[in-house]
């Protein structure tokens, strides 16, 4: 299931034409959390800063997350 809305939220990426890779996986972190607590049902705001900061960080660790960085740095448009 988990599988399944990732590759969801993956196909729907919008493509960028700058070229700066780090802000475009901020952005796929983010949109991980926001997916992340809209399945949860929970709104971000109830999130302390420390929790918003754990989950990036572990959803950074992700194979979703480093895929999405390998594409960046091979198609700076993605």
Not at 35 to 52: G, R
């Amino acid at each position: 299931m988990v599988k399944n809305i990732i590759d969801d939220f993956t196909s729907q990426i919008p493509t960028t034409a700058d070229g700066d890779t780090e802000s475009s996986n901020d952005a796929y972190i983010n949109g991980l959390l926001l997916l992340f607590c809209k399945n949860l049902e929970m709104k971000v705001t109830q999130l302390s800063v420390e929790e918003k900061q754990t989950l990036k960080e572990i959803f950074s660790r992700s194979k979703p997350a480093k895929e999405h960085r390998k594409l960046r740095r091979r198609n700076p448009k993605l």
